[in-house]
């Protein structure tokens, strides 16, 4: 799932959980942000529908990574998980609920020195009032021990 982590720095690493509660699989960040232990080596936010507000606690943690995890429609099946690239953020191949996920990246990027990726949940369901699908749910319990293994977090 993250192969291409592997070769990045995760000795300081931060996760921004986004999306909307109530909102079925939107939420799918905030459960990740939600279900990590925050660590000396592992930060997570739940940076909701406006994680630019959070860009100071992100800075201030000094991260080699960044992880912005959003439920984002990319053309896959419920509960696929990727890393999407930012030029298919900026070309709109993929779909995320704010168009501010390319920026952020390349704003926390240019103000960590670090390398700042997005990894999309592909949604089941984003009506209010839905909860988590299962298959989306599944991701959540797989992104959260893949970050988990990245970070060494015993």
């Known amino acids: 799932m993250f192969e291409q982590l592997s070769r990045v720095e995760t000795d300081r690493v931060a996760v921004v959980g986004m999306g909307a509660e109530g909102r079925g699989d939107d939420a799918a960040g905030l459960e990740v942000a939600r279900r990590l232990d925050s660590t000396q080596g592992l930060h997570a936010i739940e ?12 800075r201030d943690f000094e991260p080699t990574l960044v992880v912005l995890v959003d439920a984002i429609e990319f ?31 390349t704003y926390l990027e240019r103000e960590t020195g670090g390398t700042a990726v997005l990894v999309g949940i592909q949604p089941a ?9 299962p298959a ?11 970050i988990e ?6």
Do not use: Y
């Not at 369901?125 to 699908?133: A, L, N, R, Y």
């Open 125 to 133: 369901t984003i009506d209010p009032g839905d909860s988590v699908s």
């Open 47 to 58: 940076g909701g529908v406006a994680p630019e507000n959070f860009t100071g606690v992100v």
């Open 75 to 105: 053309g896959g099946e419920p509960g696929d998980v990727a890393v999407i690239d930012s030029d298919d953020l900026r070309s709109g191949s993929v779909s995320s609920h704010t168009p501010t996920p390319s920026m952020l990246l």
């Open 136 to 146: 989306v749910e599944t991701a959540i319990e797989e992104t959260v021990a893949v």
């Open 149 to 154: 293994r990245l970070c060494a977090v015993e």
